[in-house]
């Protein structure tokens, strides 16, 4: 048992210190004064797990395991949820949790901002859900901040790095700890952004 404790404080310790956001150009400065800003989701050429599969064939080998071991309707519930989550839970947690942790307001039908927020995931891996031993999901991402009404204007561009979705007894539903991913990206953005604003 002592084993098995030990192990878990391992993996979780591992993650804590692997995961980060780090600019990879501009600087937060921009935002000092704003109140308010847009936030726009993509999801294309993320690539999936160890071997950076494609979402198409992520889809088609999720499916083709879910089929196996619970039939045809089992998957093609997975693969509803999943356009769900993209769609919808992926962004709501980004959200919920950037305006949790600063005081600009953001949000994706927000029309009159200076600038936008546009986060897109470059890596996904789903982890599993063991009970006593799970692996968490992690996410790699690209968020760049942009002028409204000039995108071409990039302000800030800033990679996300091995964000962790789980929590300490684990998350069985594979999207739902893929959306924890998006919280806990979304956290340290606008922990690192508001650093800046403080400290101005």
Known sequence: MKKIVLLILVILFTSLT??????????YKFLKDQKFIKVVFKFDGVTFAKKK????????????????SGGKEEAEKW??????S??????????ASWNKNIDIKAATNIEQTKYTLIVE????????FGGVINEPAKLDSRM????????????LVVEGVGATGDNVIGIPNHNDRIAECYAKTSKMLALKANHYKEKK
């Open 53 to 68: 599969i494609s979402e198409e064939q992520y889809i088609k080998d999720r499916m083709e395991d879910i089929e196996q």
């Open 18 to 27: 692997a995961q980060r956001v780090r600019v990879v150009s501009g600087d």
């Open 121 to 128: 995931p470059t890596w996904i891996s789903q982890g599993w």
């Open 144 to 155: 760049t901040f942009v002028e409204t009404s000039n995108p071409g204007n990039v302000l």
């Open 79 to 84: 693969r509803k949820d999943w356009e769900y």
């Open 86 to 95: 993209k769609e919808t839970s992926f962004p709501d947690k980004f959200l």
